[in-house]
Structures are given as structure tokens and as C-alpha cells.
């Protein structure tokens, strides 16, 4: 009889108050995909390393070269957007509007771009828009 007590007793518990079954997951490390691996790109992962993000540690990037062929930047840009990245980061008004097309789901950060406004790449400065942000070098209000 005391077996079917206690057997009774574990089966009320709920499973969570048993934190030894619950598994943990491990955290998710951020992918960045780039296109285009340039000197330019040295001051990016300075920048993430000051913020505490080391490259091959808590955060992957994920390189893809357009062998530089403004032709590539589209197949390079499509490759990262289909390689699971979370983010795309990019350099240049011809590697903004590849990455543009490879996706509308993915953010887009574009580093330097000169007028994205006019390059029609996002709809004013103060509202880009779609999943395309970043800097700029224009002085467009």
C-alpha cells in the first residue's frame, strides 16, 4: 500500500518544479552576414569587440566575395540571405541594392552609403522603410 501512495504522490507532481528535467537551451549566436570581405570591415569587428562581441566566440559572420564583380553581388547577397544570417551589413550602393533584392525579411545595415534616398534604396532618411537602415554620407534632410 505505501508503494501505490508514493507512487500516487510523484504523479500529482507538476513537471516543473523539477528543474532538473527541464533542458536548457543553449543561447543562439548571432550570425552577420557580409558581403565582400574588405580592409573596411576591420574597423566593423573593432567596433563589435569594444561592445564585447568577438568574432568565432558569441558572434559568427559569415563572409561571401563577389570576387569584384559588380555582376557577383547579387549571387553573394542571395547566398547569405539563404544561408540562415540574422542580420546582412554591407558597404556600397551596388551591394545594398543586391542584398535589397535577395531579401525583404532579413535587416539590412548599410555602412556608408552616399544617398540611399536617391539610389532608391529607402523612402526618406527619417523613415527608410522596408528592412534597410544604417548611416549615410549624404547631408539630405
Not at 543561447?27 to 569594444?50: C, E, M, S, Y
Not at 535577395?102 to 536617391?118: H, N, Y
Request: glycine residues 10%; proline residues 6%; aromatic residues 4%.
Amino acid at each position: 500500500m505505501r508503494r501505490r501512495t508514493f507512487i500516487a504522490a510523484l504523479g500529482g507532481l507538476p513537471v516543473w518544479s523539477c528543474p532538473a528535467l527541464a533542458q536548457q537551451r543553449p543561447p543562439k549566436t548571432p550570425r552577420i552576414g557580409i558581403v565582400d570581405n574588405a580592409p573596411i570591415w576591420d574597423n566593423f569587428r573593432q567596433g563589435l569587440h569594444k561592445f564585447g562581441y568577438i568574432e568565432g566566440q558569441n558572434i559568427d559572420i559569415e563572409y561571401r566575395s563577389s570576387e569584384g564583380r559588380q555582376d557577383r553581388l547579387a549571387i553573394a547577397a542571395k547566398d547569405l540571405a539563404d544561408g540562415s544570417v540574422d542580420i546582412i551589413v554591407i558597404s556600397g550602393s551596388a551591394a545594398a541594392r543586391a542584398a535589397q533584392q535577395a531579401t525583404t525579411t532579413i535587416p539590412i545595415v548599410m555602412i556608408a552609403i552616399g544617398d540611399p534616398v536617391a539610389a532608391g534604396l529607402v523612402q526618406s532618411l527619417a523613415r527608410p522603410g522596408g528592412n534597410i537602415t544604417g548611416n549615410t554620407l549624404s547631408a539630405r534632410k
